[in-house]
């Protein structure tokens, strides 16, 4: 959760968080260490103006700020596709969890299984789908003001989650920055992003995009918890299904 007059990255609360925080300073150790180098050729050259007054060549000099660059590119570039192919190559997710974004709210569809043990093994279980929106919390008394929702989105912890994220106006983007999720939700394009997150809690994000007048009250309010709570959820969930379905049912 963002603090006020906090100028680093959130608590990491997933794996591909931390390696993108890792990834961060590991570039900002080399830039450090160039900003320094460069500062120190422009002193030496203000100090020492008439050294190299009358130098028309140097062939020496040419090749050796065509080849250092050329190895810093390699140890920028290198763990930053290590961090990509980490954070895109993942086979098997769990489960799916698609992300409609609107202006200026969000709807989540849940796939709920037939077995609520969450042990899913066997790939052709049976579910359906809970669908329900979130919208921004007009009640800030007991909540963050601007990151509390009206519905939460529940997903289980140490399990690897498929967000599927698309939208039915303009651009949003949907971002937790806890969890290092953040991509675009494009009207006709469905986008993927997995997360697996290491530990239980409450992780909020908003809209990252600019969407319109009430771009800065779409909030996402995130739940992570253990299975036997993930499993409470779900239940629930197959309650409201009964619910409306005996309610349609009766009209």
């Known amino acids: 959760m963002p603090t006020w007059f906090s100028f680093g990255f ?17 570039i900002m ?29 140097g062939t020496f000099i040419e090749t050796v700020w065509s080849i250092i660059p050329a190895f810093l590119l390699f140890f920028l570039v290198m763990p930053s596709m290590q961090v990509l192919y980490f954070m895109e190559d993942i086979k098997n997710p769990s489960f799916s969890i ?8 969000w709807t989540y569809i849940c796939p709920l299984f037939n077995n609520l043990s969450f042990k899913l093994s066997n790939s052709d279980s049976l579910f359906s789908l809970y669908e329900y929106d979130s919208m921004l919390d007009e009640d800030f008394s007991m909540s963050p003001r601007l990151l509390s929702s009206s519905s939460d989105l529940y997903i289980p912890v140490n399990t690897v989650t498929r967000f599927l994220i698309t939208s039915t106006d303009v651009i949003h983007s949907f971002a937790i920055p806890s969890l290092g999720l953040k991509v675009d939700a494009v009207p006709g394009r469905i986008n993927q992003l997995f997360s697996n997150p290491s530990r239980v809690g409450s992780f909020f994000g908003q809209c990252s995009e600019i969407c319109g007048s009430n771009h800065s009250f779409m909030p996402i309010s995130l739940k992570v918890c253990g299975n036997e709570d993930f499993n ?20």
């Open 98 to 105: 698609k992300v409609v974004a609107h202006q200026w709210y």
């Open 10 to 26: 959130q608590d990491s609360s997933s794996i591909s968080m931390g390696e993108l925080v890792f990834l961060h300073d590991h």
């Open 232 to 251: 409470k959820v779900s239940s629930s969930y197959f309650l409201d299904i009964l619910e409306e379905s005996n309610l349609t049912m009766n009209i």
């Open 29 to 57: 150790v080399i830039m450090l260490m160039i900003i320094f180098l460069i500062f120190y050729i422009m002193f030496y050259l203000v100090l020492n103006s008439s050294y190299y007054k009358f130098l028309s060549e």
